[in-house]
């Protein structure tokens, strides 16, 4: 496996990188100082590998390969892209379950989360995010407690079918 990593806009200072192997994966941790971000990138050693946890400092994440991005070194990502994935956890805290095996990319802004969904069977996915105002899956609005979506104990519950989804939610 070739891994390139590409940034135009990469310092030339304050940006270093740290490689790791766990049982399954490479892990590597990318700290870009400068901007107070640090991002972590979960590849499988292998390229047929079935789905299996992975411990990394205070993170667990059960799935094929992930990219999860901190800011200004707290532990409540700022953005996280999974793919094959079924579970993230940080510090004990769940952000994000699927019943399924799924490819999902969420970008937290300081009031809206954007996520993006490939699901290949119908899948509930539970994902930790303040309590939402306005939900809009594929641009239409979805009302709370009607079976597509519910907010429950800080988690969006969606039940989504087979399909790609892009899910805006105002906080």
């Known amino acids: 496996m070739k891994l390139a990593l590409l940034s135009p806009r990469a310092p030339q200072v304050g940006f270093y990188y740290n490689l790791t192997k766990t049982e399954s994966h490479l892990v590597f941790k990318i700290d870009r100082a400068i901007e107070e971000k640090v991002d972590y990138l979960f590849f499988p050693k292998e390229e047929q590998i079935s789905r299996r946890a992975l411990i990394s400092d205070k993170m667990t994440f059960l799935g094929k390969q ?5 800011l200004n070194n707290e532990m ?3 953005k996280f892209s999974i793919k094959g994935a079924s579970s993230l956890e940080i510090e004990g805290n769940h952000f994000c379950h699927v019943s399924n095996d799924a490819n999902i990319s969420v970008y937290f802004y300081e009031a809206s989360v ?5 699901v290949k069977e119908d899948t509930t996915v539970s994902l930790k995010i303040s309590r939402p105002i ?3 899956i594929n641009g239409k609005e979805t009302i709370k407690g009607q079976g597509i979506c519910d907010f429950q104990n800080g988690m969006l519950k969606l039940n ?3 399909g790609q989804y892009s899910v805006a939610v105002t906080l």
Do not use: V
Request: zero cysteines; glycine letters at 0%; charged letters at 15%.
């Open 66 to 70: 992930a990219w999860i991005t901190f």
């Open 76 to 78: 409540y990502p700022s």
């Open 114 to 118: 954007l996520i993006m969904l490939e």
């Open 134 to 136: 306005q939900i809009l």
């Open 160 to 162: 989504l079918e087979k």
